[in-house]
């Protein structure tokens, strides 16, 4: 009922820059919280960045002054702008969201596909 679409993903030169987006369709009713998940090759899945409803933001120590997250609530729209991108950024990106389909239901769960994101030295 609810899909997320992840794009901007691709190859840059270390120093680079790239913005992903996630969009969200379907049935919803209200996104809570928001975030972005990478997964290196041989590495578990690890958290870059969450935001929350109202804007507040929480970062890994690895992108702390190189990654902003972003939304857009009208758009049901997550955001990641990446900047100085380093060859150990790359990775697979899933975003994830927290969507609820009706006033009265829990909220669930959702991730995207995942874009791949690859910086070359």
């Known amino acids: 009922q609810v899909q997320l679409v992840e794009s901007g993903g691709g190859l840059v030169q270390a120093g680079g820059s790239l913005r992903l987006s996630c969009a969200a369709s379907?049935?919803?009713?209200?996104?809570?919280?928001m975030g972005w998940y990478r997964q290196a090759p041989g590495k578990q899945r690890e958290l870059v960045a969450v935001?929350?409803?109202?804007?507040?933001?929480n970062y890994a120590d690895s992108v702390k002054g190189r990654f902003t997250i972003s939304r857009d609530n009208a758009k049901n729209t997550l955001y990641l702008q990446m900047n100085s991108l380093k060859p150990e950024d790359t990775a697979v990106y899933y975003c994830?969201?927290?969507?609820?389909?009706?006033?009265?239901?829990?909220?669930?769960?959702?991730w995207g596909q995942g874009t791949q994101v690859t910086v070359s030295s």
């Open positions: 935001i929350s409803r109202g804007g507040s933001t």
């Open positions: 379907g049935s919803i009713f209200r996104i809570d919280a």
């Open positions: 994830n969201m927290g969507v609820s389909i009706t006033l009265m239901s829990v909220t669930s769960t959702y």
